[in-house]
């Protein structure tokens, strides 16, 4: 395989200029065989660039303008056949029947039935529920959508991407504009020599690309942990940073970095090296979908999210379990890692330690009322110190801070106050045995004056880490 150096420019190439940056992410594509989308202005090259690559690797290619195409221009004219017991197509140069790379140019400006229908073919490779067995790329192309668009541009029509459809594209990127050239890009640019010639890089692009999936298979069938263990802490880091990616596309991304890994020719062991940390980073920003339908995610948000995985999949034994302890968020699954996996009692008194001065009261308080029960039978990997800061914070809870009944204070406030208003439908729905304990934590927080936005999913979280506790740690 070629090293490193050799890598850049395979796309200029075939010439197609100004996508030095974002050429790893093209080829990871490629080696993938998952679909992916560009986005960016007219004129900047996205779809010369993909038809080019049709040509270098040879393939039956096919061209289609979203805007205009009509359903049958993809399928052909049906007709029954002979016996008139099935549907046949009547195919055309234009159908999509025999193809194995297919381009859905403008897909933004399709029309939503259009769009529903291209959602198996890009998904699936499937057109009517049939199978297109040869078909092995899907791409498409974009002007920015109507609420994403910078000054100066004017794309009436591009509309947001379905955000269904948008989440099945492995690779999204922004393509760069005349600003993002270098010099030397720009007069090659400029340059009308070779207009119309067919992309030919002499099997380059095509011997690399065979030699990359052969690896790339190799890889999947025994996929390193690390980058696993790295999918896994971002997916979370970003959700919790309101930057939602669903399970899918954390798969997806795991063999986009999979690939993106072999493309630059990086070990399994990848995690560890600035060039793996620079390279990861680059692939999370092209792997959100969110920026097809103009919802681009704030990059500081996504380059937080990677440094916290990033360091979490570096450290080892203590200090690792302690970091992927504080990434998650909710309080159930921090109970089950604490039973299931603390690596040490030292370990996880300091986790409760933190967690308790870390987090908001009203979630410290809820999860230490949670554990007590079974860190003060013993039944939890922590030491004394660590049940007696989860005792400081329950016993307030739970002798309800050693005044005032919850009937006491409905007396006292009245069912139009706002605690009170808020809390009472809560209450008023769960059995016994959970609604005593909610009416415990309730009461506290109102004695703190602390307030928590949703009452009943903060108290479905409390009952789940309740549980966990109560089930695990036996």
Not at 75 to 84: L, M
Not at 200 to 217: S, Y
Not at 288 to 307: E, I, M, N, S
Not at 452 to 462: G, I, K, L, N, S
Request: glycine share 6%; net charge negative.
């Amino acid at each position: 395989m070629d090293t490193h150096a050799n890598t850049t420019g395979r796309l200029a190439a075939l010439g197609a200029y100004g996508f030095k940056t974002q050429e790893p992410l093209i080829l990871a594509a490629l080696v993938t065989g998952d679909p992916l989308l560009l986005i960016g202005s007219s004129g900047t090259g996205k779809t010369f660039l993909l038809n080019s690559i049709s040509e270098a690797l040879g393939l039956e290619h096919r061209h289609y303008n979203a805007s205009l195409i009509a359903f049958d221009d993809l399928v052909g004219f049906p007709y029954p056949d002979e016996a008139k017991t099935t549907v046949r197509f009547l195919e055309t140069p234009a159908t999509v029947w025999g193809a194995e790379s297919v381009l859905i140019d403008e897909i933004s400006r399709c029309k939503p039935e259009h769009q529903n229908r291209l959602f198996s073919l890009v998904h699936e490779r499937k057109i009517q529920g049939i199978a297109l067995s040869q078909l092995r790329y899907r791409w498409a192309a974009m002007n920015p959508c109507t609420t994403d668009q910078k000054a100066g541009e004017d794309y009436l029509g591009a509309e947001p991407l379905d955000a269904a459809l948008a989440d099945r594209f492995a690779v999204v990127l922004e393509v760069g504009d005349w600003d993002a050239l270098s010099a030397a890009d720009r007069r090659l640019v400029a340059n009308p020599a070779g207009e119309g010639a067919v992309a030919d890089d002499g099997g380059r692009l095509r011997a690399d690309l065979a030699a990359w999936q052969e690896t790339f298979r190799e890889w999947l069938s025994h996929c390193p942990a690390s980058i696993i263990d790295y999918v896994c802490a971002l997916t979370t880091a970003l959700r919790d940073a309101g930057i939602r990616l669903s399970p899918r596309r954390a798969r997806i991304l795991t063999r986009t970095l999979l690939a993106a890994a072999i493309v630059e020719d990086l070990s399994p062991e990848i995690l560890g090296s600035k060039t793996g940390d620079t390279l990861f980073l680059r692939v999370i920003e092209a792997s959100l979908p969110q920026r097809a339908w103009g919802a681009t995610p704030d990059a500081d948000k996504v380059a937080a999210a990677h440094r916290l995985a990033w360091d979490a999949t570096l450290l080892h034994g203590p200090d690792r379990w302690l970091h992927l302890f504080h990434l998650e968020r909710a309080l159930d699954r921090k109970a089950r890692l604490l039973i299931d996996s603390c690596p040490t009692a030292d370990t996880g008194t300091l986790a409760v330690e933190q967690l308790l001065a870390n987090e908001p009261k009203e979630r410290a308080a809820a999860f230490a009322l949670a554990a007590y029960p079974a860190a003060v039978s013993g039944r939890l990997p922590i030491g004394a110190e660590g049940v007696n800061d989860l005792g400081r914070f329950a016993q307030p809870l739970l002798t309800i801070n050693g005044e005032i009944s919850w009937q006491e204070r409905l007396a006292e406030k009245g069912t139009t106050h706002p605690e009170v208003a808020a809390y009472a439908p809560v209450l008023a729905r769960l059995g016994a045995g959970r609604r005593e304990r909610a009416q415990q934590l309730f009461s506290y927080l109102m004695v703190e004056k602390r307030q928590v936005a949703d009452p009943r999913a903060f108290e479905r979280e409390f009952h789940q880490c309740t549980q966990v506790f109560s089930e695990g740690a036996k």
